[in-house]
């Protein structure tokens, strides 16, 4: 039972540059998220998905997209790669209760 | 806009004593808290939810609610080294999987 996956896990683009972070759960959770985390900017939410087939807009959405691919599965695709996505990414995933599981994170640079 | 404070800290508390981490957030409609521990260079870790005013009790850790003060906090008690992280409070409308806000957390240092 590994929980939520991510890969991969450290990435280095250069502007304009395209990638996509890809998230796994294998706890038969309903919905996932994809969450950016900056210094002295907390966690903040960038796409989520309540449940397979639906995606809706958190937070901080601009420059990404995001695929529901499946109820285990949900990416989050960055087009054209700028410096200000340079982050720490996390992907999450909630049970019936709201409680949120995070995967290991990955840390994008874009120079 | 909904809002989760906390204060960035750090709080430092020395070993074995009881560290106090509190929380304040905006939004009245909010249903479900959550304490979150975050080590350095690592992802979050729940370990404390409640949804109900009162005191919720796991271990070492007792989460309090008050929502008529609009107040969440989190008491670690004989804290220990391995405490010394940083704490994200977290809040849910509830009402839907929509995702959670966080504070920007509080910075915890135990002191052996």
């Known amino acids: 039972n590994a929980g939520v996956t991510q890969t991969p896990k450290f990435q280095v683009l250069k502007t304009g540059q395209s990638m996509t972070l890809q998230c796994a759960q294998d706890?038969?959770?309903?919905?996932m998220y994809w969450y950016r985390q900056d210094p002295g900017m907390g966690l903040r939410l960038i796409y989520y998905?309540?449940?397979?087939?639906?995606?809706d807009k958190g937070e901080v959405p601009n420059g990404y997209n995001v695929s529901r691919l499946n109820k285990r599965e949900f990416s989050l695709r960055l087009e054209s790669a700028a410096p200000s996505q340079t982050s720490v990414y996390f992907c999450?995933?909630?049970?019936?209760?709201?409680?949120?599981?995070f995967g290991p994170g990955t840390r994008l640079t874009v120079t | 806009q909904k809002e989760v404070e906390q204060n960035s800290g750090p709080l430092s508390v020395p070993e074995g004593a009881i560290a106090s981490l509190n929380c304040t957030y905006s939004?009245?409609?909010?249903?479900?808290f959550f304490w979150y521990r975050q080590y350095s260079g690592k992802s979050p870790e729940l370990i404390m939810s409640?949804?109900?005013?009162g005191d919720k009790e796991d271990g070492r850790f007792t989460a309090q609610l008050n929502k008529a003060s609009q107040y969440v906090s989190l008491l670690i008690r004989d804290s220990q080294p391995s405490d010394s992280a940083t704490y994200l409070c977290?809040?849910?409308?509830?009402?839907?999987?929509?995702?959670?806000?966080f504070g920007k957390g509080t910075h915890l240092i135990i002191q052996p």
């Open positions: 939004d009245r409609g909010s249903q479900s």
């Open positions: 998905s309540a449940s397979e087939g639906t995606t």
């Open positions: 706890m038969n959770h309903n919905s």
């Open positions: 409640i949804y109900s005013n």
């Open positions: 999450a995933s909630s049970g019936t209760y709201y409680e949120q599981y």
């Open positions: 977290a809040v849910s409308l509830g009402g839907g999987a929509d995702g959670l806000t």
